[in-house]
């Protein structure tokens, strides 16, 4: 018996051997199983057809990779931004040259939440380092603190809207923010 048919047998006899409703909750498999399923997903194939094919979860699998993958997969499957280029990903959302949804898609991220600490991490940056020559802000310069409290007020009300918008994209499934470089309705 050669070891590409000793895999086989022992996969198969993994998953004959009894139905995934019937198995225990914390089963163990055996470790020609485990490195088998992270072969198969580092080679391409679909976690979900993968899952499928061994009867086990998706956790299960996640947890696999991260034990049993090799580097160079991690490195593929998690992308690392640089301070600049996070700066360059938050004044680009800043400036309206991309929405929340295009930049997610254009640099691989999965969650609006990343890119809105982003741009917070930004702008408190900019904040507290402003560019020499820049005129101070109106609490900076002693202006009545009322002001600074209408500023924070009106950050929270941007980010309300913000939040709202999401919920009813999410909702509704339609884009309702316009997109940078769109033109305008006559």
């Known amino acids: 018996v050669s070891s590409g048919q000793s895999y086989t047998l022992v996969l198969n006899s993994m998953n004959e051997r009894r139905p995934r409703k019937e198995r225990q909750k914390y089963e163990i498999y055996p470790m020609a199983v485990r490195l088998e399923v992270v072969r198969l997903v580092e080679s391409g194939h ?3 057809q993968v899952q499928q094919q061994f009867g086990v979860s998706h956790a299960t699998v996640w947890k696999w990779l991260q034990l049993y993958g090799s580097p160079v997969y991690h490195q593929m499957k998690q992308p690392r931004f640089t301070r600049a280029q996070r700066q360059h990903i938050a004044r680009e959302l800043l400036d309206g040259r991309l929405r929340e949804d295009e930049a997610l898609l254009k640099y691989g991220l999965r969650l ?21 020559g820049a005129v101070p802000s109106a609490a900076e310069a002693g202006a009545p603190a009322g002001l600074a409290a209408q500023l924070r007020q009106a950050q929270w009300q941007i980010e309300a809207l913000h939040t709202l918008i999401d919920q009813a994209e999410a909702t509704y499934r339609i884009d ?11």
Do not use: C, N
């Not at 609006?112 to 020499?132: G, M």
């Open 112 to 132: 609006k939440k990343t890119l809105r600490e982003w741009v917070a991490a930004y702008q408190a940056e900019q904040a507290a380092d402003p560019p020499p």
């Open 176 to 186: 309702i923010r316009k997109k940078g470089g769109a033109k305008p309705s006559k």
């Open 46 to 48: 679909l976690r979900r």
